[in-house]
């Protein structure tokens, strides 16, 4: 009777359960052919909840980020009248593409502490090759940069919620980018802090004639160089030959 009763007093005991995210993608798959220029991901949920709501506001962070691979940047000086290389600096890791969707401004939602547990800026996505952090202006140029081509996105006041529960938001993928696995991170917050995180991924990959030319240019590229140049040779001559009729 006395184990029972201390497993009762236990059983109260125990925290409620935390809140979860029940999450979707409009689509899990992207394909790039020759014509594509872009898509639109819809990624949408719910949160889950086996206790009464809690207390403080309630925030969605939504992080989707591409193949990462180390990258060396280079600064450009004008030396004698002309811009050359200068120095460079070598990323351990930068994320191809990263886009970071929240409810309301990061800083506002999102404490340093968990930026650097859960790496969701996109400050925080790029390492260094030592241990050290980069340096912020090689690192801000990196970002400008890539930001101009939409491959990094700060979408911030983007996710809806409806009734505390519901929440959706789009994320434009550009026609740029890098064939591989892109990792979904879903994340609640509340007071600036994350209580409960999923993941998912979305397979963006090269079909069709993109994917025969991507193979061929990686496994036979002396094959690839001649067909480039026999192409580039036929269409030269093609044209020339309906000028010549013309006139």
Known sequence: MLRIFVLLLALVALPLRAEEIVAGLSQE?????????????????AVKRDAPLPAGDLDI?????GPSSPLTVRRKDKRFGIWVNTESVELGSAPSFYAVATTRPLDDILSPEQDQTHRISVEQMIRSVGVEAPREDIRDALIRIRAKGDLYQELENTISISEDTLFRTDIALPAN???????????????????????TVIDVRKVGLERFLY????DLPLVYGLLSLFIAVAAGWGASTIFRYIK
Do not use: C, P
């Not at 980018?177 to 993941?199: C, N, P, S, W």
């Open 29 to 45: 798959h992207v394909d790039i052919t020759t014509n594509f220029d872009g898509s639109e991901i819809l990624v949408y949920g």
């Open 61 to 65: 962070i939504i992080a989707v980020s």
């Open 177 to 199: 980018l890098t064939e591989g696995t892109y990792h979904t991170r879903m994340f609640i917050l509340r007071d600036k802090q994350v209580v409960a995180q999923t993941d």
């Open 215 to 218: 193979n061929l240019a990686h």
